[in-house]
């Protein structure tokens, strides 16, 4: 069974355009941990957030933010005004204790800014 | 503060061929990962370090990987005999504990011809 799905494998938008990025996960732990990671086409990973399951508060830093509802077992993010620099992939990640904190990762979403 | 380093980058080699790979984590990161990707997919634990020993390593195909992290910093994963299905990117990562989000290096791409 998945435990991280993104359902979006591909989102294209034309630059500025505000872009919402789905996680859905699935955990039985009460403590657990969220990712997102951006993958450019250079190829490597950058770590972007990291949410415990304690802390709800929505984060935005700069252009991006996360929305974190644990009722809905959500993680989204947000990229506003979007950029031709933000094309990647990016995949959300988990992180439980079940699981030895092993990232389970989501399939990614390659995300296509056009200018 | 230095990143994650890995080398080579990019390595050809022809099946059957031996192959090595470097990692040096971030200063002070006791937690250190091996990682393959494919392309397309997300990446998949290969093995995983708590200083020297090894904690995570049931996703290691030990017939023919095996990795060492002496001295509880670098690290090296070997291939040995390498087969065609191995060409992947090999990314390195490490983090301060196992919890903590994790660094990751400029990745290896093996191509086994």
């Known amino acids: 069974a998945q435990k991280v799905t993104q359902a979006q494998t591909e989102i294209s938008v034309v630059e500025k355009e505000d872009v919402t990025l789905d996680c859905v996960y699935e955990?039985?732990?009460?403590?657990?941990?969220l990712f997102w990671y951006k993958q450019p086409p250079s190829g490597e990973l950058v770590f972007l957030i990291r949410r415990n399951s304690f802390d709800e508060q929505n984060e935005i830093s700069g252009r991006y933010s996360w929305n974190f509802q644990k009722s809905t077992s959500s993680f989204n993010f947000t990229i506003t005004a979007s950029q031709v620099v933000d094309s990647a992939v990016y995949f959300c990640?988990?992180?439980?204790?079940?699981?030895?904190?092993?990232?389970?990762w989501g399939a990614g979403t390659k995300l296509i800014i056009k200018p | 503060e230095a990143g994650v380093v890995q080398s080579p980058r990019y390595k050809i080699i022809e099946k059957k061929q031996p192959v090595a790979f470097w990692c040096n984590p971030i200063s002070g990161h006791n937690t250190l990962y091996w990682y393959r990707q494919n392309l397309g997919q997300g990446p998949e634990l290969l093995i995983r370090?708590?200083?020297?020993?090894?904690?995570?390593d049931s996703q290691l195909p030990k017939d023919r990987f095996s990795a060492e992290r002496l001295k509880g910093v670098d690290s090296t994963l070997k291939i040995q005999p390498a087969e065609l299905g191995d060409s992947a990117v090999y990314l390195c990562?490490?983090?301060?504990?196992?919890?903590?989000?994790?660094?990751f290096g400029p990745g290896t791409r093996l191509t086994v011809l």
């Open positions: 370090y708590e200083n020297e020993e090894a904690v995570d």
């Open positions: 990640a988990l992180s439980e204790a079940r699981s030895n904190y092993q990232l389970i």
């Open positions: 955990t039985r732990d009460t403590t657990y941990y």
């Open positions: 990562a490490s983090s301060q504990e196992t919890y903590n989000e994790q660094f």
